[in-house]
C-alpha cells in the first residue's frame, strides 16, 4: 500500500469512526430521548441516583458531552437542582469510560470488519422497511451506527499497523507526556467527543505508535477536553446552566491536574493491578480509575461546591421568557415540558394583566381574604399602571411561546407529539384572544370610571365582577381545584343570565337622553368583550387542564367554536 493510499485509508477510517458515533448518539437520542426528561425527574432524587443516572446514561448514549447538556437543559428548565446536575456530570465522566472498555474487549480482540458488515447489513435493510416514526428504525439506526464505529476501528487497525512497520517509537522515548496532554485536549476539543479521542489513541497503542505513558497524558488530556462542548452549552442559559458548566470544568481541570501530578504512581498501579497484558486494556482502566477516584474524592463535597458557585453569574440576562430559553430544542420531550411551565406563566401574566385593568391588585385578589364585593368597594381608584407595556410584553411573549413550538414541531415529527404541540399552540390562542379582550376595554373602562350616573356606575361594577369572578376560577382550575374547570363552564353557560341586569343598565341609558353616544357604544363594545374573554380562558382550560374524564374532555373541545 502506498503512502498516499495509506494516508486516505486512514483519513477515511477516521471519518468513519466519528461519524458513526455521531449517527449512533443521535439514533439513540431519538429512540430513548422523547421518555429521558420525564423519567430523569424520578432518578434524580438524590446525588447517589443522580450519579447513577449519568453514568448510566453515558454509557447508554456513548457521550459524556450529550449527557452533560442533558443536565444542563434539565437544570435550565426546573427540573432539576444544580447539586443533582452536578452529581450526574459526576457520573458521565465514569461513563464516558465505557466506550474505551467496548473497544478494548471487542475492537481489537477479534477481526470485527465481518461483524461491522453484518450490522451496517441488518441495521440498514431494518431502517428502510421499519416504518419513519417508529422507534424501531432509530434502534435500526443504532445497530448501523455501531457498523460504522467498528468498520472505522478497523480500518485504523489496519492503516496504524502498516504505519508501525516503519515507526521507531524510541526516537520519542524522551519526549514530555504532557505534551500529549495537551493533544489530547487539542483533538477532542475540535472533534466534540472525547470517547473517539481515546480510541484514536488506543489504535496508536495497539500498534506500538506509543508509550503508555504517553497514551495515559493524552487520555487526561481529552477528558478535560469534553469541558468545551458543555461550556458552548451553557452561553446564553440561566446562572445555573453556567454554575453546572462551572463545575464540570472545575471537576475535569483538577482531577487532570493530580492525575498529570501522579502519572507514574498511577501507571505504576495500573502495572500492579495486572489486569491484562494488553495495553489496549491497561489504558481503559487507566481511564477509568483516575475518573472514579476524582469522583470519590469529589461526591461528599458537591454541596460545598454547589453553594460556592452560587457566587457566580450572579448577574441575569433580561428574558421575557421564564423557561423555554433556558432549553435547547434538541431535547425535544424536555423542551414540550420547559413550553407548557412557559404556557402556564403566560396565563399567570393575563390573570395579572385582568386585574390590574379592573383596579385590583392581584395579590389581594387572588389572596382569598377579602370577599368579591369587598375587593371591588375598596379598590376603585383608576391606578397610574403603564398598561401598553404590560400588553406588549404578553405579546413579546406569546411570539416567543408560538415561535418555540413551531421549532420543536419542526424538530420531532411523531403524530403523538405533533398533537402535542398543536394542542398547546390551540390552548395558546385562546390566551392571545383573552389578553385582546382585556386590552380593547382599557380605554372603556379609564372612561366608565370617572362617569357620574348611577346607571353607568353600575354597569362598570358589573363588568369589574364579572372579569373578577372569572379569574378567580380560572386561577382555581389551574391551580387543581377539580370542581373549577366545571364552575367555570356553568360560569360560562349562565354568562347570558349574569349580563340581563347589563342589559337592564343599557336600556336604561339609551332611554336617557343625556347619555352620550359614547356611553351606548362602549356598553354593548364591553358587554361582548367581556363575554369573549371568559370564554377564551374556559376553552383554555378544557384544552390544557381538563384531564379527568378523557372522553368528555375530547368532546368538549370539540364544541369549541371559535370566537
Do not use: C
Amino acid at each position: 500500500m502506498s503512502d498516499y493510499t495509506l494516508w486516505v485509508h486512514l483519513f477515511a477510517s477516521v471519518g468513519l469512526l466519528l461519524f458513526g458515533m455521531l449517527y449512533l448518539e443521535a439514533r439513540i437520542k431519538e429512540s430513548v430521548g422523547r421518555s429521558f426528561g420525564i423519567w430523569v425527574k424520578r432518578a434524580t432524587q438524590t446525588h447517589l441516583h443522580s450519579l447513577m443516572l449519568g453514568l448510566g446514561a453515558t454509557s447508554l448514549f456513548q457521550s459524556s458531552s450529550i449527557v452533560s447538556l442533558m443536565a444542563l437543559s434539565l437544570i435550565g428548565a426546573g427540573m432539576i437542582s444544580l447539586e443533582n446536575a452536578i452529581a450526574i456530570i459526576f457520573g458521565s465522566n465514569i461513563g464516558s469510560t465505557t466506550t474505551s472498555w467496548i473497544i478494548a474487549l471487542v475492537g481489537f480482540k477479534l477481526d470485527v470488519k465481518l461483524l461491522a458488515y453484518g450490522m451496517i447489513g441488518i441495521g440498514g435493510i431494518g431502517g428502510v422497511i421499519a416504518e419513519e416514526s417508529s422507534r424501531w428504525r432509530n434502534i435500526f439506526g443504532a445497530i448501523v451506527g455501531f457498523g460504522l464505529i467498528f468498520l472505522g476501528l478497523e480500518g485504523m487497525k489496519e492503516s496504524a499497523s502498516v504505519f508501525s512497520g516503519n515507526f521507531d517509537v524510541t526516537k520519542y522515548a524522551d519526549l514530555n507526556p504532557y505534551l500529549f496532554s495537551l493533544a489530547g485536549f487539542v483533538l477532542t476539543a475540535i472533534i466534540q467527543s472525547s470517547a473517539a479521542s481515546v480510541v484514536i489513541m488506543q489504535s496508536m497503542l495497539f500498534a506500538h505508535m506509543v508509550s503508555f505513558e504517553m497514551a495515559a497524558a493524552f487520555v487526561v488530556g481529552a477528558n478535560i477536553g469534553t469541558t468545551v462542548t458543555v461550556m458552548l452549552g451553557s452561553v446564553g442559559g440561566a446562572s445555573d446552566k453556567k454554575r453546572t458548566a462551572l463545575a464540570h470544568l472545575f471537576f475535569n481541570l483538577s482531577t487532570g491536574a493530580v492525575a498529570l501530578m501522579l502519572l507514574g504512581p498511577l501507571v505504576w498501579l495500573i502495572d500492579a493491578i495486572d489486569i491484562s497484558q494488553d495495553p489496549v486494556v491497561k489504558i481503559a482502566l487507566f481511564h477509568t480509575l483516575f475518573n472514579f477516584f476524582g469522583v470519590l474524592l469529589w461526591y461528599p463535597f458537591i454541596p460545598l461546591l454547589a453553594k460556592g458557585l452560587m457566587h457566580f453569574f450572579k448577574k441575569k440576562k433580561h428574558y421575557i421568557t421564564r423557561y423555554i430559553h433556558n432549553v435547547s430544542v434538541e431535547l425535544t420531550d424536555v423542551a414540550v415540558i420547559a413550553l407548557h411551565k412557559e404556557v402556564d406563566y403566560l396565563a399567570h401574566k393575563i390573570e395579572d394583566f385582568a386585574l390590574l385593568a379592573i383596579n385590583l391588585p392581584p395579590a389581594k385578589a387572588l389572596g382569598g381574604k377579602l370577599s368579591v364585593e369587598k375587593l371591588l368597594d375598596q379598590h376603585k381608584e383608576q391606578a397610574d399602571i403603564r398598561y401598553d407595556k404590560i400588553y406588549e410584553d404578553i405579546r413579546l411573549l406569546l411570539g416567543e411561546i408560538f415561535d418555540f413550538a413551531m421549532i420543536l414541531s419542526a424538530k420531532n415529527t411523531d403524530k403523538k407529539y405533533q398533537e402535542r404541540i398543536q394542542k398547546i399552540i390551540k390552548a395558546v390562542t385562546y390566551l392571545a384572544t383573552a389578553a385582546k379582550s382585556v386590552k380593547d376595554m382599557l380605554h372603556d373602562f379609564e372612561y366608565l370610571s370617572g362617569t357620574q350616573t348611577a346607571e353607568e356606575q353600575q354597569f362598570y361594577k358589573n363588568l369589574r365582577y364579572q372579569i373578577l369572578k372569572t379569574v378567580l376560577s380560572f386561577n382555581a382550575a389551574k391551580s387543581g381545584e377539580k370542581a373549577a374547570i366545571d364552575e367555570m363552564e356553568m360560569r360560562y353557560r349562565k354568562i347570558t343570565e349574569s349580563y340581563k341586569n347589563s342589559i337592564n343598565v343599557l336600556a336604561d341609558i339609551i332611554k336617557n337622553r343625556s347619555i352620550s353616544k359614547e356611553v351606548n357604544t362602549i356598553a354593548v363594545n364591553d358587554m361582548h368583550l367581556s363575554k369573549s374573554f371568559t370564554k377564551s380562558l374556559r376553552n383554555f382550560l378544557y384544552i390544557m387542564y381538563n384531564n379527568n374524564d378523557s372522553e368528555n374532555h375530547d368532546k368538549k373541545v370539540a364544541a369549541v367554536k371559535p370566537l
